[in-house]
C-alpha cells in the first residue's frame, strides 16, 4: 500500500462544515454589535448638535437657533478660526460640511435633521435601513431622547419624510 499525501474529501468536507458552523454563529452576533456601535455614535452625534446648537445660539443671539447643520459647520468653507452665523465651524466638516440649505444630513449609520421654533429647537437622528435599532432626539432641554425600538422602522433608505416633533421629543424617555 502506497502512504497517503494530504486530506481526504471527508476530512476537507469536516474542515468546511466546522467553519460554516462557526460562521453561522459568529455573524448575528457581529451584527448587532455593528448595530449597537451604531446607535451608541448616533446617541454621541445627536448630543454634540445639542451642544452646538447652544454654543451657536450663544455667540449668535441675533440669529436665534440654527435652522440647518451647515449652518454649524464650515458648509463648503474652510474654517480659518473664525466662523459666521451662516457657517458657524463650531462642528466638524464631516456632519456639518453640507450645504445650510440641506435639511437632512448622513453621517455613518443615520440621518440627521435640526427642526426650530422661535424658542426651541429639535435635533433628529433616524437609522439607515438596518443600520441601528433607535431614533435619537434633543432639544432644548440638553438631554438625547430615545424612541422605542419597537416603533423605529429603520427602513429609511431615503431621507425620512419627517423629522420627530419637539413635543414628541420631550415626551420621550432621556437616555
Known amino acids: ?6 486530506f481526504s474529501l471527508i ?3 469536516i474542515v468546511v462544515a466546522i467553519i460554516l458552523i462557526i460562521a453561522a454563529i459568529a455573524i448575528p452576533n457581529l451584527l448587532k454589535a455593528r448595530i449597537s456601535a451604531n446607535n451608541s455614535a448616533a446617541a454621541a452625534t445627536t448630543r454634540t448638535l445639542s451642544t452646538a446648537e ?5 455667540n449668535y443671539p441675533s440669529a436665534g437657533f440654527a435652522g440647518t447643520i451647515g449652518t454649524l459647520g464650515p458648509g463648503a468653507a474652510t474654517c480659518a478660526g473664525v466662523g459666521t452665523s451662516t457657517n458657524a465651524c463650531i462642528i466638524d466638516s464631516t ?3 453640507t450645504s445650510a440649505a440641506t435639511t437632512w444630513t448622513v453621517k455613518d449609520a443615520f440621518w440627521y435633521n435640526i ?4 424658542n426651541d429647537y429639535t435635533i433628529t437622528a433616524e437609522p439607515i435601513a438596518g443600520q441601528g435599532s433607535k431614533a435619537f432626539c434633543a432639544n432644548g ?3 438625547v431622547h430615545v424612541q422605542d ?4 422602522s429603520g427602513t429609511a433608505a ?5 423629522a420627530i416633533a419637539n413635543a414628541a421629543c420631550a415626551a420621550l424617555p432621556a437616555q
Open 1 to 6: 500500500m502506497r502512504k497517503q499525501k494530504g
Open 11 to 13: 476530512e476537507l468536507l
Open 54 to 58: 447652544t454654543t451657536y445660539t450663544t
Open 95 to 97: 456632519l456639518g460640511g
Open 115 to 118: 427642526t426650530t421654533t422661535s
Open 141 to 143: 432641554d440638553g438631554s
Open 149 to 152: 425600538p419597537n416603533s423605529v
Open 158 to 162: 431615503a431621507a425620512p419624510a419627517s
